[in-house]
């Protein structure tokens, strides 16, 4: 079964530190790959995601992510952590080849804290 | 370009009440998703318009409904509201589906009594 697995339910890390957030998928090929933010009371944004190419993906507000296929995951990472980073964080799969937003699949999500 | 707009932003209705939620996609997108968000059941794919028609629909009973109008807004319906349909709901437009991502309003917070 087609399934997304945040195992951090909440990470608290001090401001300045890196944080690496973990997400591993199940599914049937390479999927198509997301993370988003939520600050609380809001929508969800988009930082980044990856279909091909590198591995190695590039988002907005400092964030990067690793498409590893062996592990099948796709970690998102900052390497310094400000305060306004503090927020709900989820993976998401999308089917590579049918466009739809019902084959999306969002994780259950992952709570960082930023400590002073 | 002006973000994608949800109203109303926050709803308190009654049990057996129905309610009914706008959207305003991104100008210029044709796809409109609705997705219902809940502490304990987390984001579930309600359902997805694209020019009008709707292209898929999550497991959700026939009380949730939908619409999508020819300006692409789109509207959803939740008749005889039930203590359960207190969540969160976003929508989310795209140029035509997923491909690119989603982007998502602010949603709109309902609270059933």
């Known amino acids: 079964a087609q399934s997304v697995t945040q195992p951090d339910i909440h990470i608290t890390v001090s401001e300045g530190a890196s944080l690496e957030l973990r997400c591993n998928y199940s599914?049937?090929?390479?999927?198509?790959l997301f993370w988003y933010v939520q600050s609380p009371g809001q929508g969800l944004q988009l930082l980044l995601k990856y279909f091909s190419g590198d591995t190695l993906v590039q988002g907005i507000k400092g964030f990067e992510a690793e498409f590893k296929r062996s592990q099948s995951s796709f970690n998102l990472r900052k390497p310094s952590v400000h305060w306004s980073d503090a927020a709900e964080y989820f993976c998401?799969?999308?089917?590579?080849?049918?466009?739809?937003?019902?084959?999306?699949?969002f994780g259950s999500g992952t709570r960082l804290s930023i400590r002073p | 370009k002006a973000g994608v707009t949800q109203t109303p932003r926050y709803l308190i209705k009654t049990r057996g009440q129905q309610v009914t939620l706008s959207c305003s996609p991104i100008?210029?997108?044709?796809?409109v998703s609705w997705y219902q968000q809940t502490p304990g059941q987390g984001l579930q794919f309600l359902f997805e318009?694209?020019?009008?028609?709707?292209?898929n629909k999550g497991n959700f009973p026939g009380r949730f409904s939908g619409r999508q109008f020819s300006n692409s807004r789109s509207e959803m319906n939740v008749s005889t509201l039930e203590l359960g349909d207190s969540a969160l709901y976003l929508c989310?437009?795209?140029?035509?589906?997923?491909?690119?991502?989603?982007?998502f309003g602010p949603g709109t917070r309902l609270l059933v009594l």
């Open positions: 599914y049937g090929a390479t999927p198509y």
């Open positions: 318009y694209f020019s009008e028609t709707q292209r």
């Open positions: 998401a799969v999308g089917h590579p080849r049918y466009s739809s937003a019902s084959k999306i699949i």
């Open positions: 989310a437009s795209s140029l035509d589906g997923t491909t690119e991502g989603n982007y």
């Open positions: 100008s210029g997108h044709r796809s």
